[in-house]
């Protein structure tokens, strides 16, 4: 996208800003600095399936962060990472988000075009985050 790394990285480091630009985040709540309570929401037709994460800043390098789940009910549960690796020149910042989610319920047909579709605006919400 045509912003410097320092424009862009305050909106991929901080999961409270990711609801201004990726429509999967319905709401994010601050626990600490490096932990959120994060709501997911996708939405097919009349229906909609929600998850809601306690996720940790377990990397915060200058071109790589990773948020990892990390829930403390005791129980066990699905591992969710989403790591952003960023890639700049002067001008120009390329940002490769990834996300890993080891169970069953966030799959399928149906929620995998979701998610095509979310990724898709926040591919033009992003960049005008940042300008």
């Not at 609801?19 to 626990?31: F, Q």
């Not at 940790?56 to 990472?81: C, L, Q, Y």
Request: charged share 25%.
């Amino acid at each position: 996208m045509p912003a410097t790394i320092d424009r862009v990285r305050p909106h991929v480091d901080d999961l409270g800003r990711y609801n201004a630009w990726m429509p999967l985040v319905h709401s994010v709540e601050r626990v600490d600095a490096q932990t959120w309570n994060v709501e997911l929401r996708a939405k097919v037709g009349p229906f909609a399936r929600s998850k809601r994460l306690r996720m940790t800043r377990s990397v915060n390098e200058p071109t790589r962060i990773v948020f990892e789940r990390k829930e403390i009910d005791g129980k066990s549960h699905a591992p969710w990472v989403l790591a952003v690796a960023l890639q700049a020149d002067a001008a120009h910042t390329v940002v490769a988000v990834s996300l890993d989610y080891q169970g069953t319920l966030w799959t399928g047909g149906l929620l995998d075009k979701v998610l095509r579709d979310h990724v898709a605006v926040a591919k033009e919400l992003l960049p005008r985050a940042c300008a």
